[in-house]
């Protein structure tokens, strides 16, 4: 099997990145987005994606695309930290860090840059460019959390 690899932070991340990875919320956020999609399937269409830690309106589950082949990706950084992340065509309520670059990239072809929430500036995911094709956003699905209130 092939690991991608990608430094989790550039080192302006240090800070907020320390407080990021939450096991506990991991499996409650997998059985309420499963919870969700029983319940009624147009209910996903319209939901939005928070951040959350500070509940800022990220991104909508409408924004979902699928990048070779799947929507949800999982890659470890060099550090051995495992991240899975949600491809969205946009993402309204983030910004970027630092400059695009290609070292690690986690998908051929794509430069990367860190995304935080606009809000907090908690590290949220990646923004992927490429001259070739239309970029994309890959947030890091266990600290966002979904709603269907703005
Ligand atoms: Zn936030």
Same mark, same amino acid.
């Given at each position: 099997?092939?690991?991608?690899?990608?430094?989790?932070?550039?080192?302006e991340?240090?800070?907020?990145?320390?407080?990021?990875l939450?096991?506990? &919320? =991991?499996?409650k956020?997998?059985?309420?987005?499963?919870?969700?999609?029983? &319940?009624? $399937?147009?209910l $996903?269409?319209?939901? #939005?994606l928070?951040?959350?830690q500070?509940?800022? &309106?990220?991104t909508?589950?409408?924004? =979902?695309? $699928?990048v070779?082949?799947?929507h949800?990706?999982t !890659?470890? *950084?060099?550090?051995?930290i495992? #991240?899975?992340?949600?491809? !969205?065509?946009n993402?309204w309520?983030?910004?970027?860090?630092?400059?695009?670059? *290609?070292?690690f990239? /986690?998908f051929a072809?794509? #430069? /990367?840059?860190?995304?935080?929430?606009a809000?907090c500036?908690?590290?949220?995911?990646w923004? #992927?460019?490429?001259s070739?094709?239309s970029g !994309?956003?890959?947030?890091?699905?266990e600290?966002?959390?979904?709603?269907?209130?703005?």
């Amino acid at each position: 099997m092939m690991i991608h690899l990608l430094p989790a932070e550039t080192s302006e991340m240090t800070g907020p990145a320390r407080l990021l990875l939450k096991p506990e &919320l =991991r499996g409650k956020e997998k059985a309420g987005i499963k919870e969700e999609a029983e &319940l009624d $399937d147009d209910l $996903d269409e319209g939901s #939005f994606l928070l951040c959350r830690q500070c509940l800022s &309106l990220i991104t909508a589950a409408s924004e =979902r695309i $699928d990048v070779d082949g799947a929507h949800q990706h999982t !890659f470890a *950084n060099p550090h051995g930290i495992v #991240f899975e992340i949600g491809c !969205f065509r946009n993402a309204w309520g983030c910004g970027t860090v630092g400059s695009p670059t *290609n070292e690690f990239t /986690w998908f051929a072809g794509y #430069f /990367w840059q860190v995304v935080v929430c606009a809000s907090c500036l908690t590290h949220i995911g990646w923004r #992927f460019t490429s001259s070739e094709a239309s970029g !994309f956003y890959g947030l890091i699905l266990e600290r966002l959390i979904e709603s269907d209130i703005t």
